[in-house]
Every structure is written in structure tokens, then in C-alpha cells.
């Protein structure tokens, strides 16, 4: 198979979808494999790093898409992007189709296949494809979180650890899947006084186990969380609905709880994001303020660390591109159910029931 690696375009994402060493995986298995020029560079691959196992250089984005026929990426295609996706060509990325009816409109217009990393699910319901990022930017959010609590960024100016004598902050980690398990971890590390909510009981009794004793657990219900509001410093929103956009867990109305300078870090702004009063900002201008508190709604928050990032990234994704390739998407699919669970649209049909809901669009069944 024909496997291209465009650079990533979207504001500030600095990954790219593909390590050299993946790419020496792809072609050892007899597959050819493009990658844009520079598309690794600002994660640390050069050039170089990518013809020296065998990838061939295409000097821009125009020439990757047009030659290759599995597209792998980093983040999902945006609007200069459209015009260059093909009937059939397969992308394999990160989608988030629920957050985005012009995304989804536009894969649809395609006819391209759209495997999602984000909807991959084996049997035990754990999603690998989003795990990596996910431990990325759970840990990111409070880091990022705690440098906006300084008051020259417009927090409250407290210490995240505080010193004897002076409590130390609080923080409030709404969701305990990855992304909230290692923002509680990370918190915790920082000497922070950390609550986590959920609405799993085994998964809360999970955690009161694993995590230290600075963590406590809570019952995440409105009535807990307006409880825990007006004396929280950082709030992490870390709820996921695998495909679907994320309810609403903070309120227009409960910010007038919070005390100005509070900090909230929405890591499910890829998914519509989980405050009311979030809306996607960049790495180049993080954070804007709402009735007094500090809004960070980053979409691409492991862009920041890009080396890293890849590297995970790599490690999670190459198994089942390997697949893909191998065996070409329809027999990977009906051999890997999980993989098959990653097909959102295909051939110009939403195949994935939670994009179908979210924009009132017929649900196709692909048979596997």
C-alpha cells in the first residue's frame, strides 16, 4: 500500500502522525511510505531521519494526498485540506466527527473511508488510540493549569503546593477515565489538595485505592460539583463519551460560584468540551476570561509536547496501521472488531452511531 504523512497544518500542532522508526515498520512489511517534507521536524525527526530507513520526501501537502492511498495523521483534516481527499482514499487520524458538523459534512462529500483513532474499542472498552494522548493531556492540564494560577496570567495567585503554613491549592478533576486519573496524579505530585468525580462507583473505589492520600473521591452530581466550586482554584474537565460530544458538566451559571482567577482547563474541547462556556483556543492564545474565571481550551494541548506525543503516539497507532495496510481496510475491519469500531464514515455514510445522532444524519450498517 501507498502510505502518505502530510504535515500537520492545524494552528501550533507540531506532531506529526509517524516516527521513522514506524516508518521502517511500514515498508519492512513491503509498503511504500511518502512523508511530506519537514513533517517531522518539529518533533525532532528530520528529514534525513525518515529517507535513511527507506521513506521517500514529497515536497508538499498537494503531492502527499495525491499519491498516497492510506493518509495517516496526527489531527483531523481541516478546511484547505478538503479539496484533496479522494473518493476511497483511507485517512486514518484523530476525528472527533461530533464536535463538527462542517468536519463531518465534508468527509461525507468526499466518499473518503474516516477511521477514527478515538473509536478503536476492544472488548474491555479501553480505547488504545486515545489512551497515549489522553495520559498527555491529563498531565499537561494541570501543568498548564497551575502556570495560569500565577496572577501575572491572570489566576488567583496561589501556589500550587502552597508552603507551611498556607493550604495549598485546590484542585477539581471532573472524570476519572485517563485523561482525569493522570491530572489527579500530577496534581497530587504538586502537593495540591485534589478532588475527582465520576459517576462509576467501581471506578471511584479504583481510584481511591491507586492515588494518593491528598486525592479524595466524589460522586460527580450538579449538586456535588456547586458544592466544590466556590473553594476550587483549578478545575480539570477530563470527561469523555466515546464519538460523542460531552455533556455540559460546568454551567453558564455556576461560574458566578467560582471566585475570579479560578482556573478551568477543558481537555474535552475536542469533543465540544464539557464547561458551557468553553470554545477551542490555540497554543497561541490559550486562555480568555468569562465572568472572572480563566478559560484554557487548548484542542490540541499534547501539540506543546511534541516529541513525546509522537513517540506515544507511534507506539499505540503502528499495530493497527500495519493492518491496514497489510490487508486493506475492509479485511482488517471484519477480522479486528475493534478496528471495525474506528470506521465513521465511509463511502459518503455516517457508520458510526453517535455521529449519526449527533447531527440527526442516517446511520448506515457496514455488516461487520
Wanted: hydrophobic residues 45%; contains cysteine; proline residues 7%.
Amino acid at each position: 500500500m501507498i502510505i502518505g504523512v502530510p504535515k500537520e497544518i492545524k494552528n501550533n500542532e507540531n506532531r506529526v502522525a509517524l516516527t521513522p522508526a514506524g516508518a521502517s515498520e511500514l515498508i519492512h512489511h513491503g509498503h511504500e511510505v511518502y512523508v511530506q517534507v519537514d513533517a517531522g521536524r518539529n518533533s525532532g525527526f528530520p528529514d534525513e531521519a525518515y529517507t535513511e530507513v527507506g521513506a521517500r520526501l514529497l515536497p508538499t501537502i498537494e503531492d502527499v494526498y495525491a499519491k498516497a492511498e492510506m493518509i495517516i495523521k496526527v489531527k483531523e483534516p481541516i478546511a484547505p485540506e478538503y479539496p484533496l481527499i479522494r473518493p476511497g482514499q483511507l485517512l486514518f487520524t484523530y476525528f472527533h466527527f461530533a464536535a463538527s458538523e462542517e468536519l463531518t459534512r465534508a468527509m461525507l462529500e468526499s466518499k473518503a473511508t474516516c477511521l477514527a483513532y478515538e473509536t478503536v474499542e476492544p472488548a474491555d472498552r479501553s480505547l488504545p488510540l486515545l489512551l497515549p494522548m489522553s495520559e498527555v493531556a491529563g498531565r499537561m492540564s494541570v501543568q498548564e493549569g497551575v502556570f495560569f494560577l500565577e496572577k501575572p496570567h491572570g489566576g488567583k495567585g496561589v501556589l500550587a503546593g502552597g508552603v507551611p503554613g498556607v493550604k495549598p491549592a485546590k484542585a477539581l478533576v471532573l472524570g476519572g477515565g485517563v485523561v482525569g486519573y493522570n491530572a489527579a496524579i500530577m496534581a497530587a505530585g504538586l502537593g495540591m489538595d485534589v478532588t475527582i468525580c465520576d459517576i462509576s462507583l467501581p471506578r471511584l473505589r479504583w481510584l481511591a485505592s491507586v492515588l494518593p492520600a491528598n486525592v479524595k473521591t466524589l460522586y460527580s452530581s450538579v449538586y456535588n460539583i456547586r458544592r466544590e466550586l466556590p473553594t476550587t482554584d483549578l478545575v480539570i474537565g477530563a470527561v469523555l463519551i466515546p464519538g460523542a460530544k460531552t455533556p455540559h458538566l460546568v454551567t453558564r451559571d455556576m461560574l458566578k460560584l467560582m471566585e475570579p482567577g479560578t482556573v478551568m482547563v477543558d481537555v474535552a474541547i475536542d469533543q465540544g468540551g464539557c464547561f458551557e462556556t468553553s470554545h477551542p483556543t490555540s497554543h497561541d492564545n490559550p486562555v480568555y476570561v468569562v465572568d472572572g474565571v480563566v478559560h484554557y481550551c487548548v484542542a490540541n494541548i499534547p501539540g506543546a509536547v511534541a516529541r513525546t506525543s509522537t513517540l506515544a503516539l507511534t507506539n499505540a497507532t503502528l499495530p493497527y496501521a500495519i493492518k491496514l495496510a497489510d490487508k486493506g481496510w475492509e479485511r482488517a475491519c471484519r477480522e479486528d472488531k475493534a478496528l471495525a469500531l474506528g470506521l465513521n464514515v465511509v463511502d459518503g455514510k455516517v457508520v458510526y452511531p453517535a455521529v449519526a445522532e449527533a447531527f440527526g444524519i442516517e446511520l448506515h450498517n457496514l455488516g461487520f
